[in-house]
Structure formats: C-alpha cells, structure tokens
C-alpha cells in the first residue's frame, strides 16, 4: 500500500471545503487544506455575508422616512459607505478567523498558497510537494465579465464590496437574484441605479 503525507488534501477552504475537510478528520482522517485567497470562500467574503450587510445599511434610508408616521422624530441623517465597509472588513476578518479556528481544532493542516496538482496524488503549494490518498477540488467560482465593448469600465459584484467611494450612479447589468439586491442596496443608500436585462 502506498505512504501518502496525508489521507486527504482540500484545495479550497470555503464552505464546502471546509466541512469535507472536519467531517474527514473527525473520522480520524489526516487532512491537509490549501486557500490562496481567503478563508471561508465566496460566500463569507464576497457573496452572502457582505450582500446582507449592504441589504440591512440600506433599508435604513427608508426606516428613517417612515419613523415619523409611528411617532419618530429623526433627526439630520448622513451616510458614510467608508464607514460601511470598514465594519463589513471587520466582520468578514472575523469570520475568516471562525474558519481557521475550526481547521486548526479539528486537526486540519493548513497550507496558505495556490495549490497545484501534479499527479493523481500530489499536490504543490508554495514550491512544496504533499501526497494525498484522496485529492478533494473546492475551489467554488468566480465571476467573470464578457469580451464586450466597453468591458474596461465594468466590475463584478466582488469588487462592487471594496469600491473606496459610494458611487453617484450605477449601471447593473443583469437580472438574477445578485443583481436585483445589488441594485436596490445601491438605490437605499441614494445611488442613481439603472438595471439592464435582456428580457422584459
């Protein structure tokens, strides 16, 4: 029988990687996983956990004129998206740290760094080769944007969390669930927003 450094290897520590990894070495598995971006994946860092932060700061404008009709008196109100996303950083640096913990305490090996597989059983992080039984690949998606004109001026929702500046106006393109809550988080935060699709 072949002597592999470990039982299995996880390329990818979102969500999905992370449960293969725990649920594997809670059977007594030695299980090593690699991230070269962040821990947690798309959804703790720029997919479900960021989007909801955006959702709830932007209800407030609305909460703010309807107060006055349940006996509210707002005063002066101001918007500071700076503000906004240093506390989303912080909350998603939170929850990166959640991960590992939960790595590191169920005795996974952690390998920070692109993996790369060279065979049925190794794999190369960091110029560093480890053998595995079993090679696991959750590395999620990532969005992409058409070869089309005027592609230059365009970002994807994962840059749409990390803009310096709220912009004026907003062009989205697209009309599946993402774009929809990216267009009325930047329409309560008081954003010309524009929604483009292709259908009626």
């Known amino acids: 029988m072949a002597d592999y450094d470990f039982d299995l290897y996880v390329i990818g520590i979102g969500s999905g990687g992370t449960r293969a990894s725990r649920?594997?070495?809670?059977?007594?598995a030695k299980v090593a996983a690699a991230e070269?971006?962040?821990y947690g994946g798309t959804c703790v860092n720029v997919g479900c956990v960021p989007k909801k932060l955006l959702v709830y700061a932007s209800q407030f404008a609305e909460d703010f004129s309807s107060a006055s009709?349940?006996?509210w008196t707002v005063g002066e109100r101001e918007f500071d998206w700076a503000s906004l996303i240093k506390n989303k950083d912080a909350e998603i640096n939170r929850l990166n740290g959640i991960?590992?913990?939960?790595?590191?305490?169920?005795?996974?090996?952690?390998?920070?760094?692109?993996?790369?597989?060279?065979?049925?059983?190794?794999?190369e992080v960091n110029g560093e080769r480890h053998t595995a039984k079993y090679i696991l690949v959750a590395v999620g998606g990532w969005p992409t944007i058409p070869d089309i004109p005027g592609k230059e001026h365009a970002i994807t929702s994962?840059?749409?969390?990390?803009?310096?500046?709220?912009?004026?106006?907003?062009?989205v393109v697209g009309g599946g669930f993402i774009a929809v809550e990216f267009a009325v988080c930047f329409k309560g935060m008081v954003v010309d927003v524009v929604q483009l699709y292709r259908c009626d």
């Open 23 to 28: 649920m594997a070495a809670s059977y007594g």
């Open 69 to 71: 009709g349940f006996g």
């Open 99 to 123: 991960y590992e913990r939960l790595l590191n305490n169920a005795g996974v090996t952690i390998h920070d760094g692109r993996a790369r597989i060279v065979d049925a059983h190794t794999v």
């Open 158 to 171: 994962n840059e749409a969390f990390y803009l310096d500046d709220l912009p004026k106006r907003v062009i």
């Open 36 to 38: 070269e971006r962040y």
